[in-house]
């Protein structure tokens, strides 16, 4: 009954025909895959990613296998987890199908095929329905995040994975039809039994099931093994490539930008594909085109130019398209990258607010090779929007990017009986106030409350004051490398003379710089941010509130990018908010992981957007829709732009924007 054992013509073995298919075809899948291996070994930028081996073992358990973040959107996680297993579970039936195809009889004895039949014919029939739900979400439901230039490869896939379930409902129903002539059952699979069933009553006679049976077989084949082929050359490749790239995603802190070796460096960031790293070209051949990092992001839904999707895919067109030229050692000049959606305008749009990676199914990292292209404009060409640049030269000759600002550096502690930090074997924390705190006039009230709050509960901290600089977190997010790693330099140095070993910080970038990007300098410090600090001395009792505040109704708490999706700090913010009297917590639609970014990170907050741009505006009317009278901060930026949104909105009247210290120092007894 298997079509390969017989002849054909009587001179050619049909097993020697389907062999020499399965070889070509496989030859040629595999030929286009080590090419794409090469183009991706090109990468002369180093990334070790083979570490804690048994960590990246558990994310494709988790991120593959399990789906965990496809099943965020319920419909396309359905949709993808039906295919996905069906596939996985389909795989032992075509490695069936392929041994038997070599050997020209059946492999499997019917005590074990009819219940493996079943559970085949199960997994096909949710294949199908997977495959329908996806067609009704890209052409007929029309979702705007799947549009792409690719849609006709989109549908050859659908129909590939269609035509694999149609051939095998009609093998096995032939199978089943022709068996129950002679009494024998042939399958268990509930698709088989129905066109079997249907065959039977059409009076399909033995011959006709046969020719029907190795027709069906035949195309079968041709359309697994094409299969193979296509995906290996089309955007598909994510089919293959996906469970590598989960294996060997960032492991260290989210918030930690790669350094650049200054000194032996012969070129900064990202100008031609050879400057990426092998795994930045491996990401390029995982873009399933799902849309999912531009529906989240901030610069994307206030109108800029960027598109994380559309930038990922123009460095996947470039390497399919412009790879072969890496191979090639004739020294012939490589094309730039800096084009489209790689140009200046969507690069310099980024906010760094991480809400593309996070949202990545098979991670794919965004920020990185963003930051990167601006290096390259920054120190390559110099090429870079003047207040950007304005806020550069701030901090070189100023040491803090508010340029114009009227304060000096200590002013906000005028009046007050603050510490000096002298050492840290006599004091326990430094607190770290920040250009923002000490500098802008709305934040110097927060760093007030913060005092307040410290001083109430006798923590042991002090101040450097006129000391304080820049940590460089501006500089390095606008690309200024060179400039981040003097301040870095500058900063670690003072720690070390002041025996620094706690810090406390208000503004989230600081946090993060000090946090986690510090101890690639040898910089190694406990950082604990002020929300933190808050809610342990509200829980162990050193603090408490009992006034109530000017303030009534709902509260929401934004979540900041570099605090939050930066750093997995969610919970310590709304413990804090939870405590306060007389207000009501209630959360905007996008909160924590998925929280939307105030639009000041990546360097705006001191750059203009000439399109678009106004992230803080959307924000706003997220908290106006959840009827907040008060929004909660706990960064110093997006207080500031969030105060700018409800302004907008003309909703300063009955919305307060109050950073979380602020809330408690009133609230205290």
């Keep these: 009954m298997i079509p390969t054992s017989g002849s054909y013509f009587g001179i050619i073995p049909a097993q020697l025909v389907f062999a020499a298919v399965v070889l070509g075809f496989s030859g040629w899948a595999t030929q286009i895959i080590i090419t794409k291996i090469r183009y991706m070994m090109k990468g002369n930028k180093p990334a070790n990613r083979f570490d804690r081996i048994p960590e990246r073992i558990m994310s494709v358990i988790i991120y593959v296998f399990g789906q965990k973040r496809l099943l965020r959107d319920r419909f396309s996680g359905s949709m993808h987890f039906l295919i996905f297993w069906g596939f996985m579970v389909l795989l032992l039936q075509n490695l069936n199908f392929i041994v038997e195809g070599l050997l020209g009889y059946d492999l499997l004895p ?380 500058q900063v670690i140095g003072m720690f070390t003379d002041k025996k620094v070993k706690k810090i406390i910080t208000q503004c989230p970038h600081c946090f993060n710089t000090i946090k986690n990007e510090y101890p690639q300098f040898d910089g190694n410090y406990e950082v604990i941010h002020h929300s933190q600090m808050i809610a342990e001395l509200l829980e162990n009792g050193k603090i408490k509130l009992k006034k109530g505040t000017d303030l009534t109704g709902n509260i929401t708490y934004h979540d900041a990018c570099y605090l939050g999706r930066y750093n997995g700090v969610y919970d310590a913010p709304r413990d804090v908010v939870k405590s306060l009297p007389n207000l009501q917590f209630v959360e905007m639609a996008w909160n924590k992981e998925a929280g939307l970014c105030c639009g000041a990170g990546g360097g705006h907050m001191w750059m203009e957007d000439p399109v678009g741009g106004h992230v803080q505006n959307i924000r706003a009317q997220q908290a106006i829709d959840v009827a907040a009278s008060t929004i909660a901060t706990s960064c110093p930026f997006c207080m500031q732009m969030m105060e700018n949104g409800v302004l907008n909105k003309n909703k300063e009247e009955e919305i307060k924007v109050r950073d979380l210290a602020e809330l408690v120092a009133e609230a205290m007894e």
């Design 110 to 489: 019917k005590t074990i095929y009819l219940p493996a039949s079943l559970v085949w014919g199960i997994f096909q029939i949710l294949v199908v329905i997977g495959v329908a739900m996806a067609t009704y979400r890209r052409y007929i439901e029309k979702l705007p995040r799947l549009a792409t230039t690719h849609a006709g490869s989109g549908a050859i896939v659908l129909g590939m994975i269609f035509g694999l379930m149609l051939t095998d409902f009609i093998v096995d129903g032939s199978k089943v039809s022709m068996e129950s002539l002679h009494g024998v059952t042939a399958s268990l699979s509930p698709m088989a039994i129905a066109v079997g069933g249907l065959f039977t009553a059409l009076g399909l006679n033995e011959p006709v099931g046969q020719a029907i049976l190795t027709l069906a077989w035949w195309a079968h084949c041709f359309i697994l093994f094409y299969f193979l082929v296509y995906v290996a050359q089309s955007k598909h490749l994510h089919v293959f490539a996906s469970p590598f790239n989960v294996f060997f995603r960032d492991l260290g802190p989210r918030g930690a930008l790669r350094p650049i070796d200054i000194e032996n460096a012969d070129t900064f960031g990202l100008e031609r594909m050879e400057d990426f790293s092998w795994k930045d070209m491996l990401d390029f051949y995982n873009c399933t085109e799902c849309g999912r990092c531009t529906d989240v992001c901030p610069a994307n839904l206030s109108g800029t130019p960027l598109s994380p999707k559309h930038l990922i895919l123009e460095f996947q067109d470039h390497i399919m398209t412009q790879g072969y030229k890496m191979l090639q050692t004739d020294g012939e000049p490589r094309e730039q990258l800096a084009k489209g959606a790689a140009s200046e305008e969507p690069i310099w749009a980024c906010r760094t607010c991480f809400a593309c990676q996070a949202a990545c199914p098979v991670f794919i990292e965004h920020v990185p090779k963003i930051i990167d292209m601006r290096r390259h404009f920054v120190l390559n060409v110099g090429a870079i929007p003047e207040t950007a640049q304005n806020a550069l030269v701030s901090i070189e000759r100023r040491g803090h990017p508010w340029r114009g600002t009227q304060f000096a550096r200590g002013d906000w502690a005028n009046g007050l009986d603050v510490p000096e930090f002298t050492s840290g074997d006599e004091v326990e924390y430094l607190y770290w106030v920040g250009c923002t705190g000490a500098l802008e006039e709305r934040n110097r009230k927060v760093t007030q409350s913060v005092i307040k709050i410290l001083q109430a509960s006798g923590v042991s901290y002090g101040v450097l004051g006129p000391t304080e600089t820049c940590t460089g977190d501006p500089a390095r997010r606008m690309g200024n490398e060179y400039l981040y790693q003097m301040q870095a330099a």
